[in-house]
């Protein structure tokens, strides 16, 4: 059974950087051929993918927030890490990681998701 958990600040300052880690147990991150996904839900709204890291390592981010955005890993630790430049309040929402196939049809594990708070 794959677990995903995300950690990480809760509240973040205007113009700061969000980081945020989901710790992978029970399966490697580095498993052919999943992929490990960021996503959010802003309160009110729906769900917002964010990008994603491959088995190999490779990474892709959602258009709009391509500029500000990183993701990492560390295979020793099996985790993998967001990094969101320059937060405004409206990056305010639950965050969440999950896994994923090739064609991201498929989200089969999810993390329960980490409130995070953009605010002065």
């Known amino acids: 059974q794959v677990q995903l958990q995300e950690s990480g600040p809760g509240l973040v300052k205007p113009s700061q950087t969000l980081s945020l880690t989901c710790t992978v147990s029970g399966g490697s991150i580095t498993t052919n051929y999943y992929y490990w996904s960021w996503i959010r839900q802003p309160p009110g709204k729906g769900l917002e993918w964010i990008g994603y890291m491959s088995y190999s390592g490779s990474t892709y981010y959602s258009p709009s927030l391509k500029s500000r955005t990183s993701i990492s890993r560390d295979t020793s630790k099996n985790q993998f890490t967001l990094q969101l430049s320059s937060v405004t309040p409206e990056d305010t929402a639950v965050y969440f990681c999950?896994?994923?196939?090739?064609?991201?049809?498929?989200?089969?594990?999810w993390g329960q998701g980490t409130q995070v708070t953009v605010s002065s």
């Open positions: 999950a896994r994923h196939d090739a064609s991201g049809a498929l989200y089969d594990y």
